[in-house]
Structure formats: structure tokens, C-alpha cells
């Protein structure tokens, strides 16, 4: 099986900062993409940012600008720089593993962890 653990979440008031980093171990394949979703209470859980293993990004017209994806591809590893925060980006942020096993794909999320954006 393959874990993914995220971290780094917390409190922070509008303006600020925070890094996001999640990990993904356990018996992996070959990790394709990664990426952050958020889903805030009351709404559908929704694509942040991603990125393959060749280094492709993708943001949400939301947080364009504001947040950079990154990943260290040895140790299956993605971080999430977030700037310039607001109230509205207040969700648990879940980080997603996508392992490639040379004919089918797998999906592995993690726990989530708690963002607020409060002043």
C-alpha cells in the first residue's frame, strides 16, 4: 500500500504565508503526478495546483499568482508555497499521489490538513 501524509497547516492571518509539504511512501510504483485539492465546509472538493513528473504544472484560476507547486521526484515528495493568502483559501488541503504501474493508475489521497485564514 502507499501512504500519503500531509503537512504543514495551520492558522495565518490574510497576507500571509504558509508551505504545505505532503509525501508519499509505502510500496509505489512509479509516481506520475501529485497535487493539492481543497475543500471548504459546504463545498465540493476542488484541484488547487499539480504537477507531473516531468515537471507540468497546473494551477486553479484562484490561486494563480499566489501559490507554487514544486516536487522533488526522489523522495516522492510535493510542496505547496502559498502567498499572499485570503479568507477564502480557509479549507483542508488534501494532497493526492497518482502511481503508475505501466498499464493501470492508482489514486492515494491523504488525511488532509486544516488552513484558516483569519485575522
Known amino acids: 500500500q502507499v501512504q500519503v501524509v500531509e503537512s504543514g497547516g495551520g492558522l495565518v492571518q490574510p497576507g500571509g504565508s504558509l508551505r504545505l509539504s505532503c509525501a508519499a511512501s509505502?510500496?509505489?510504483?512509479?509516481?506520475?503526478?501529485m497535487g493539492w485539492y481543497r475543500q471548504a465546509p459546504g463545498n465540493q472538493r476542488e484541484l488547487v495546483a499539480e504537477i507531473t513528473s516531468d515537471g507540468i504544472t497546473n494551477y486553479a484560476v484562484a490561486v494563480k499568482g499566489r501559490f507554487t507547486i514544486s516536487r522533488d521526484n526522489a523522495k516522492n515528495t510535493v510542496y505547496l508555497q502559498m502567498n499572499s493568502l485570503k479568507p477564502e483559501d480557509t479549507a483542508v488541503y488534501y494532497c493526492?499521489?497518482?502511481?503508475?504501474?505501466?498499464?493501470?493508475?492508482?489514486?492515494?489521497w491523504g488525511q488532509g490538513t486544516q488552513v484558516s485564514v483569519s485575522s
Open positions: 509505502g510500496r509505489i510504483f512509479s509516481i506520475y503526478a
Open positions: 493526492n499521489a497518482v502511481d503508475y504501474s505501466g498499464a493501470l493508475y492508482y489514486t492515494y
